[in-house]
């Protein structure tokens, strides 16, 4: 997917399906891309109820790159629902000679219908561990947040484009950094969401436990959210690589009176 000249300097980071298929014809291609949709499937947190009866959201990792410079800019790639578990988030920023390239892994997380009325009835809050990974180079200090989306996301879902301006839905958009004049990718940030903010820095292999009331964000009939992080610090160079945060669990459980976010 990144131009050979920009592949050196980009942060590390999983790439898409697609990636790994240029070059095979058209045929063997789509049969691979048909075989990791079906395997993909198993990093799906399907909604339902654990072993205390509440419930278990559905959960889908989201994935996406944006690269300028090189024979295929401007470009980007988007996946939804075809990752290998742990789901992740994480958020990077590279550039070289070859040109730039931004990427970020998030959650999307869809409640059902009866899940979001027990949540609007204070009877429920998300509860979600997260493990941060260990790197052997210095990272940049981030936030994770959530927010609501404003539609419901389609998944599985892949879509790439190469050599010409375009711009994928709105849960693909990489979320602006907390910083100040971050470089900015030729389709622009996600859009501001109603968010609240949930983690800070970590020590990396350290589990978090986040209990999080979801009412603040339950407006109208919405009920899809998106879990992400943001830096909150560049590189020397302009640049940024947080932390890869590691999804441990996630369900619904009964709301704590204490604890909530």
């Known amino acids: ?85 742990p789901l992740q988030i994480a958020h990077t920023f590279g550039a070289g000679g070859g040109g730039q390239v931004w990427q970020h892994s998030a959650l999307v997380i869809m409640l059902e219908s009866d899940a979001a009325q027990r949540v609007r009835g204070d009877q429920l809050a998300l509860r979600l561990e997260v493990e941060t990974e260990s790197a052997p180079f210095q990272l940049q200090a981030s936030t994770m947040y959530i927010g609501v989306l404003p539609s419901v996301v389609e998944s599985p879902m892949h879509q790439e484009v190469h050599g010409r301006q375009a711009c994928p839905p709105q849960h693909c958009l990489i979320p602006q950094p907390d910083v100040t004049a971050p470089t900015q990718p030729h389709c622009g940030w996600q859009p501001p969401l109603a968010a609240l903010s949930l983690l800070g820095q970590a020590r990396a292999g350290e589990v978090a436990t986040l209990e999080v009331d979801l009412r603040p964000l339950l407006a109208g009939n919405r009920s899809s959210f998106k879990i992400w992080a943001a830096p909150t610090a560049l590189s020397e160079a302009g640049m940024w690589q947080t932390p890869r945060f590691l999804l441990k669990s996630i369900k619904l459980q009964e709301a704590s009176r204490s604890t909530f976010v």
């Open 1 to 85: 997917f990144l131009p050979k000249s920009l592949a050196a300097t980009a942060p590390r980071a999983s790439r898409p399906t697609r990636a790994r298929l240029r070059g095979w014809s058209p045929v063997a291609r789509g049969a691979m891309l048909r075989a990791w949709l079906v395997l993909g499937m198993t990093a799906v947190v399907a909604a339902g109820s654990d072993a205390s009866g509440q419930g278990i959201p559905h959960v889908v990792g989201v994935t996406s790159s944006f690269f300028v410079g090189g024979g295929d800019s401007p470009g980007y790639e988007c996946t939804v629902g075809v990752h290998h578990p």
